[in-house]
């Protein structure tokens, strides 16, 4: 299983953007989806999670401006990102919880995809 996060670039403060996490594999099932962001010098913290039933979780400091959704079919998720902030500024990651039936074995992990860097100007 790969995860492959896009979507990041440089925005003005107030602006949006949307991230968008595709999960790959040959015979897979995805369960929980997140995403976390690490700002220079800071620790890596989870911004935003989602069951495969869609129910979601936020960090204090994105409530209200960022949203995170999925498509199952598509094994995708995405997180949209509103009136963003310079101190939004971060490499942002995607994670998720993972079963994998492709092998001789069924395989459960949790698989990081690469940041998509989100710089936002003040």
């Known amino acids: 299983v790969q995860l492959q996060a896009s979507g990041g670039g440089l925005v003005q403060a107030g602006g949006s953007l949307r991230l968008s996490c595709a999960a790959s594999?040959?015979?897979?099932?995805?369960?929980?989806m997140r995403w976390y962001r690490q700002a220079l010098g800071k620790e890596r913290e989870l911004v935003a999670s989602?069951?495969?039933?869609?129910?979601?979780n936020y960090a204090d400091s994105v409530k209200g401006r960022f949203t995170i959704s999925r498509d199952n079919a598509k094994k995708m998720a995405y997180l949209q990102m509103n009136t963003l902030r310079p101190e939004d500024t971060a490499v942002y990651y995607c994670?998720?919880?993972?079963?994998?039936?492709?092998?001789?074995?069924?395989?459960?992990?949790?698989?990081w995809g690469q940041g998509t860097l989100v710089t936002v100007s003040s």
């Open positions: 994670n998720a919880d993972y079963v994998d039936f492709g092998g001789p074995e069924v395989v459960a992990g949790r698989k």
């Open positions: 989602i069951t495969s039933g869609g129910s979601t």
């Open positions: 594999g040959s015979s897979f099932r995805i369960d929980d």
